[in-house]
């Protein structure tokens, strides 16, 4: 599936204490994809559990800038 959205913009949000995906996961795609966005958040495990508000901001931002 990357390379159906490797020419696009992709927003990635991981938490670095997700037991699900791993983070390497995460930064697979960043390396896979040359227009993706990752960021990490520290401590967020895979439902972002007290982090949706930085989830959420993280997600206006990108969405702003990239399509403006």
């Known amino acids: 599936y990357l ?7 992709t927003l990635v949000i991981h938490g670095t204490a ?12 960043e390396e896979k994809l040359p227009h993706a966005k990752v960021h990490l958040i520290e401590g967020a495990d895979h439902s972002f559990t007290n982090f949706e508000e ?4 993280l997600t206006v931002q990108w969405i702003s ?4």
Do not use: G, H, S
């Open 65 to 68: 800038k990239t399509f403006k």
């Open 54 to 57: 930085e989830r959420i901001n």
């Open 3 to 9: 390379k159906a959205i490797k020419d696009r913009p």
């Open 18 to 29: 997700d037991k699900v995906v791993k983070t390497n996961n995460a930064l697979y795609m």
